[in-house]
């Protein structure tokens, strides 16, 4: 039996279940909308005398977004074009011929920039990468994004790879992102949120939450452990510049058997951040009681005010990438193939494609690419 309330207060009575006053019971609510049915997260409550105190109002949350990738909406997304290296160094040019929907499956999917038919093996040593005259336009400027030659002992980026970035944001809800991560030598497959407005500033201030990051080479062996394809981690990132950036206190992996399809989650509010795989926990952040800030000992002006869990506190939108090589690669980790490339190298893009015949072997057909099910965003 339903009764229903005036002003959207309900309660739901089982005169069948057993159970007893102070029992813990969990349950969730589905609300038909349109043609869809929205279905809430888990809520626990327990149970009281009738009439000892008013139902709650029941929190409203909606689906602002979702994709299931019959098509590939280029709508609904921005889709990254430039050669500028993510900010970490990276050997990718983003390009939308690596973005492409098939089989019910969002594809992010890196090839080999000698494989376009404007380039050849000459072309990456002694050439020119005009990306605005090759995909009509260019959404990122920085480090020569927009038009890049090849310089010195420095060759163009050998690999082309996607990077798509949502229209939608939510601020605190749930996300859920279906996905089999890549596997292959030295790629970066990563699932996360930027800050919609960059209301703090720039990079670290507005904050990042990368719900998903993981290496797929098969072996990446850090302080005894292996951190390759078989382990996948979370981290916030936030701090008032890129030289104090506090990640290090928000930051949890968790090992598993993570090639092939799993669900990726974000269970975001004012009193924490939390996200799983498969419903298992792999990071879990509570708003700390004095703040980011003071929690991180940050000195000088508060740049987030008095809001406690700011700079998480804004709207985010999702974005979803492969990205190959870069600074996400130790040089001190232990890899199943040799690293080619270092740290202090002048010409890394260089050292890792001539190299290409060590890692080039462990990149098998699809799996190489990220391929998404679905994404939904959910606001509470």
């Not at 050849?120 to 040593?125: A, F, P, Q």
């Not at 190959?324 to 890394?348: C, E, L, M, R």
Request: charged share 20%; proline share 4%.
């Amino acid at each position: 039996m339903l009764n229903f309330i005036y002003d959207d207060i309900w309660e739901y009575v089982d005169h069948d279940a057993n159970a007893q006053i102070g029992d813990l019971v969990e349950y969730k609510t589905f609300v038909e909308y349109g043609e869809q049915w929205i279905e809430s997260k888990w809520n626990k409550v327990v149970l009281v005398p009738r009439g000892l105190i008013m139902p709650r109002k029941s929190k409203r949350s909606y689906t602002v977004f979702r994709d299931d990738f019959n098509s590939f909406n280029r709508g609904s997304y921005t889709v990254e074009v430039s050669s500028w290296g993510g900010g970490n160094g990276e050997f990718q040019v983003y390009t939308p011929e690596n973005v492409y929907a098939a089989n019910g499956y969002l594809y992010l999917k890196p090839t080999l920039t000698v494989d376009h038919h404007a380039f050849d093996e000459g072309k990456l040593y002694h050439g020119r990468m005009d990306v605005n005259s090759l995909w009509h336009t260019c959404t990122n400027s920085v480090n020569w994004g927009c038009d890049r030659t090849s310089f010195g002992q420095e060759i163009l980026p050998p690999i082309m790879s996607g990077k798509v970035t949502s229209h939608a944001s939510i601020r605190y809800g749930r996300v859920n992102v279906r996905a089999r991560i890549s596997k292959g030598d030295w790629t970066w497959p990563a699932i996360w949120m930027l800050s919609r407005d960059r209301h703090y500033g720039t990079w670290p201030r507005s904050g990042e939450i990368d719900m998903m990051e993981s290496r797929g080479n098969l072996r990446v062996m850090e302080g005894g452990s292996n951190h390759g394809v078989g382990y996948v981690a979370s981290t916030l990132h936030w701090g008032p510049d890129s030289g104090h950036n506090a990640y290090y206190l928000t930051h949890k992996g968790k090992h598993g058997d993570w090639f092939g399809w799993h669900t990726y989650s974000l269970d975001w509010n004012e009193r924490h951040i939390v996200t799983y795989v498969d419903n298992q926990e792999i990071l879990r952040v509570d708003t700390p009681a004095q703040g980011f800030w003071n929690w991180a000992h940050f000195s000088g002006h508060n740049i987030w005010g008095n809001s406690h869990n700011a700079p998480f506190d804004q709207p985010f939108h999702l974005l979803l990438n492969v990205a190959v090589g870069g600074g996400y690669f130790p040089d001190i980790a232990q890899y199943n193939t040799p690293k080619p490339w270092h740290g202090d190298s002048s010409h890394p893009m260089r050292d890792f494609w001539e190299h290409r015949g060590s890692w080039l072997p462990t990149w098998h057909g699809d799996d190489v690419a990220m391929l998404i099910d679905y994404v939904e965003m959910i606001q509470y």
